[in-house]
């Protein structure tokens, strides 16, 4: 497996770039022996086989998020979600759900915690693991180094919301280490004020032993085979899941840049960097 994480400089001023690199990853207790990494390797397999051969029934919301809970579980991941139980909100349209970005796994918890469809990058589709299963789940691709892109995926977002389905988006646009840095992006904001959704923040964040770290971490250079190994070794992985109230846009006073900020400022109040 060679799929890395990005560290190239941006493709455009108003491209997402990130500092983080993987010399900011790093386990915060010890590693678990040797048997049990292997166990768990296993396990991960049997679960990742599992995940390809049910095809394209894994775009059913139980089977997609019974996949991603199995997966975790595998990998010996502990899920602990805070707030409300789902991540969408009560109401006539879908929910515009957006959360900080540290790692691939971001992606699997949340679907565990409900099948949304997510807005990615056009290369998460690409990554093992990750790649199929959002591929088959009806994940919305963004080819990042085109501005062109941008307002028709905001349209489909905002149809899609207004169809009552909510979305996933990671507005800092790329990962960071420690899940704090990087601006909330506004332009996806804009789908939730024009189909007058709500807007649910949530924070991530990773733990060993309730201590925050790193180690899950896919920045940089990174790649995805040593960014796994890295898991499977981790002991005492907890990934932390805070569904924050729901943010409704004010007519008249929020565009998206109020709003993108609101958010910003309601998941960073939620987090504690690990380190400086």
Known sequence: MTVSAPLNPPAHAWAAWSPCDPGCVSHATGRIPATRTLRRTAAFGRALVGALTRGERIAEPETLRSTAAGLLTALGIRLEVAGDATLSAPGATGTLVVANHISWLDIVALLAVEPVVMLAKREVGDWPVV???????????????????????????????????????????????????????????????????????????????????????????????????????????????????????????????????RAQATVDGARRPPHS
């Open 131 to 261: 790649g199929p299963m959002t591929g088959r789940a009806g994940t919305m691709f963004l080819d990042r180094a085109s501005l062109r892109q941008l307002p028709d995926a905001v349209r489909e977002m905002s149809d899609r919301l207004r169809d009552g389905q909510s979305v996933v988006v990671f507005p800092q646009g790329i990962t960071w280490c420690a899940g704090t840095g990087g601006s909330f992006r506004r332009a996806t904001f804009q789908a939730a004020i024009d189909a007058g959704a709500p807007v649910r923040p949530v924070a991530l964040e990773y733990l060993q032993h309730s201590v925050p770290t790193t180690v899950a971490a896919f920045v940089g250079e990174d790649d995805f085979g040593s960014s796994l190994r890295r898991v499977l070794r981790a002991d005492g992985l907890t990934i932390r899941v805070r569904n924050h109230r729901p943010l409704l846009p004010v007519p008249g006073k929020d565009d998206r840049r109020t709003l993108a900020a």
